[in-house]
């Protein structure tokens, strides 16, 4: 029956690949649990009586995930020191009467960085109390949607200064404070540095070096005590101004193409049919900073903090992406793209047989 199962196997690619998938499903749940069983926490509450304060250091806290973040570690007892853009926003001022400690950050700011670096230095060194900075949490990013041709180069230079130069210049500016206290440091990536996306090639790019370098951080630094993770937080865009400047920014775009380009994107309607969709999601109600509602990204992200031994990567993922990203690895490369367009569900290009006849007959 065995070698019958394998005959079959062989005679279909596709139950080989299902079956594949299915067995991997399998085994790679097992060793989540036992990883899980085996795992340890670290002391949640600091200890005062030492005069000791422990800190947790997170950025981009305006708004969506680090703004959530930062609560929730205010939350644990962690003295949060946070960087936002908005120093007088009103996130800045929830944090502060928590008594967070804000200071603003702008990564496209070629001093802000230093001066931050140098803030933090300052504090532990005029403080009577002993400081001990228990994470870095690089959180702050940026991301817009938009076919690659039609992104600006600001646009492209922003995604990299902010989601992987700004965070490698801040880690190497703490490194001493971070291999002094043996800390955490938590890289806050993206599903898009799994699976490279549509729509999102630039920010997938960004998302994917920052994965790569995080893993060769997580041997680097392993050796003075200092643990690496990846945290993938999962999509929660209506809830972040992650996609705030969404509109202007493809106002910016249809104005910078020139006419022959604008009239290629123009057919069918698809330019207008594509940013119409995606500024109906972008839209957010109000400025007023929200903590995220879905637990498991708090569940997960205590996991990635507060494990003794913690994994590579942490995921917060509904079982929907589980599903996708198994197949995009394992089906063969017309069906993954399919699957990804799908996906996605962005609006299709389908201009007619006439218009397809035009474009090929007309020199852009």
Same mark, same amino acid.
């Given at each position: 029956?065995?070698?019958?199962?394998?005959? %079959?196997?062989?005679?279909?690619?596709?139950?080989?690949?299902?079956?594949?998938?299915?067995?991997? *499903?399998?085994?790679?749940?097992?060793?989540? +649990?036992?990883?899980?069983?085996?795992?340890?926490?670290?002391?949640?509450?600091?200890?005062?009586?030492?005069?000791?304060?422990?800190?947790?250091?997170?950025?981009?806290?305006?708004?969506?995930? *680090?703004?959530?973040?930062?609560?929730?570690?205010?939350?644990?007892?962690?003295?949060?020191?946070?960087?936002?853009?908005?120093?007088?926003?009103?996130?800045?001022?929830?944090?502060?009467?928590?008594?967070? %400690?804000?200071?603003?950050?702008?990564?496209?700011?070629?001093?802000?960085?230093?001066?931050?670096?140098?803030?933090?230095?300052?504090?532990?060194?005029?403080?009577?109390?002993?400081?001990?900075?228990?994470?870095?949490?690089?959180?702050?990013?940026?991301?817009?949607? *938009?076919?690659?041709?039609? #992104?600006?180069?600001?646009?492209?230079?922003?995604?990299?200064?902010?989601?992987?130069?700004?965070?490698?210049?801040?880690? $190497?500016?703490?490194?001493?404070?971070?291999?002094?206290?043996?800390?955490?440091?938590?890289?806050?990536?993206?599903?898009?540095?799994?699976?490279?996306?549509?729509?999102?090639?630039?920010?997938?790019?960004?998302?994917?070096?920052?994965?790569?370098?995080?893993?060769? %951080?997580?041997?680097? @630094? *392993?050796?003075?005590?200092?643990?690496?993770?990846?945290?993938?937080?999962?999509?929660?865009?209506?809830?972040?101004?992650?996609?705030?400047?969404?509109?202007?920014?493809?106002?910016?775009?249809?104005?910078?193409?020139?006419?022959?380009?604008?009239?290629?994107?123009?057919?069918?309607?698809?330019?207008?049919?594509?940013?119409?969709?995606?500024?109906?999601?972008?839209?957010?109600?109000?400025?007023?900073?929200?903590?995220?509602?879905?637990?498991?990204?708090? +569940?997960?992200?205590?996991?990635? %903090? #507060?494990?003794?031994?913690? &994994?590579?990567?942490?995921?917060?993922?509904?079982?929907?992406?589980?599903?996708?990203?198994?197949?995009? $690895?394992? @089906?063969?490369?017309?069906?993954?793209?399919?699957?990804?367009?799908?996906?996605?569900?962005?609006?299709?290009? &389908?201009?007619?047989?006439? +218009?397809? $006849?035009? @474009? @090929?007959?007309?020199?852009?």
């Amino acid at each position: 029956m065995a070698l019958g199962l394998v005959e %079959l196997m062989n005679q279909n690619p596709l139950i080989h690949v299902t079956s594949t998938v299915v067995l991997t *499903g399998i085994f790679y749940g097992a060793y989540l +649990q036992m990883r899980k069983s085996f795992s340890r926490r670290l002391s949640v509450i600091p200890d005062h009586k030492k005069g000791t304060i422990q800190a947790v250091v997170i950025t981009g806290c305006d708004s969506g995930l *680090g703004y959530s973040l930062a609560l929730y570690c205010s939350d644990l007892g962690f003295k949060v020191i946070a960087t936002v853009l908005e120093p007088e926003g009103p996130a800045a001022e929830r944090l502060r009467e928590l008594g967070c %400690l804000i200071y603003k950050v702008d990564y496209t700011s070629q001093n802000d960085v230093k001066q931050f670096a140098n803030g933090i230095d300052a504090l532990i060194r005029d403080s009577r109390d002993d400081w001990e900075i228990r994470a870095l949490v690089n959180n702050a990013a940026v991301m817009m949607f *938009g076919e690659f041709e039609w #992104l600006l180069p600001k646009h492209v230079e922003t995604h990299f200064e902010v989601n992987v130069l700004g965070p490698m210049k801040l880690t $190497k500016e703490l490194l001493p404070i971070l291999r002094r206290d043996k800390s955490r440091l938590i890289n806050v990536v993206s599903h898009c540095a799994l699976e490279a996306l549509p729509g999102l090639s630039v920010y997938s790019g960004t998302k994917s070096a920052m994965l790569g370098w995080n893993n060769a %951080l997580r041997v680097e @630094l *392993g050796k003075y005590g200092v643990k690496v993770v990846a945290f993938v937080p999962g999509s929660f865009i209506t809830e972040s101004g992650l996609m705030r400047s969404q509109i202007k920014q493809f106002s910016e775009m249809h104005r910078s193409m020139k006419p022959e380009v604008q009239s290629f994107y123009n057919t069918g309607g698809y330019f207008d049919r594509y940013t119409d969709y995606l500024s109906a999601i972008s839209k957010i109600p109000d400025n007023k900073p929200r903590p995220l509602e879905n637990p498991k990204v708090y +569940q997960v992200f205590d996991s990635a %903090l #507060l494990d003794e031994k913690p &994994n590579a990567i942490y995921k917060c993922e509904p079982m929907r992406y589980q599903m996708y990203h198994t197949l995009f $690895k394992y @089906l063969p490369t017309f069906m993954r793209d399919k699957l990804v367009e799908r996906f996605m569900q962005m609006p299709a290009w &389908n201009p007619s047989i006439r +218009q397809v $006849k035009a @474009l @090929l007959t007309r020199k852009i």
